[in-house]
């Protein structure tokens, strides 16, 4: 199983990125999805999650109305959509499985993580 995450970048405050997620030999459609991030000298932080057939989204309260997670089970894929991104959304942004029941906020439920992609946002 690898998660390659992709898409982040350099961004003016107010503008959009659209970082995405690969599943690479696993059983995609079977997993709740989520995305997490990770600021410098901060914890870990839930941004979304998914459950694995796409009916179902959670948000942190933080991006609720800028951010859409989705997933394209054909492609092996999770989207981030992130619109009026601000300063404070700079972070590292990872994405991960959970190989049983729902989606979750928490880490610790998540079995297998990416290596995470950069989001800078500029003031």
């Known amino acids: 199983v690898e998660l390659v995450e992709s898409g982040g970048g350099l961004v003016q405050a107010g503008g959009s990125l659209r970082p995405s997620c690969v599943a690479l030999g696993a059983t995609f459609i079977r997993y709740a999805m989520g995305w997490f991030r990770q600021a410098p000298g901060k914890e870990r932080e839930f941004v979304a999650s998914?459950?694995?057939?796409?009916?179902?989204?959670r948000y942190a309260d933080s991006v609720k109305d800028r951010f859409t997670i989705s997933r394209d089970n054909a492609k092996n894929t999770v989207l981030l959509q992130m619109n009026s991104l601000k300063p404070e959304d700079t972070a590292v942004y990872s994405c991960?499985?959970?190989?049983?029941?729902?989606?979750?906020?928490?880490?610790?439920?998540?079995?297998?993580w990416g290596q995470g992609t950069q989001v800078t946002v500029s003031s």
């Open positions: 998914i459950e694995k057939n796409g009916d179902s989204t």
């Open positions: 991960a499985e959970k190989f049983e029941g729902n989606g979750s906020s928490r880490p610790i439920h998540y079995d297998f």
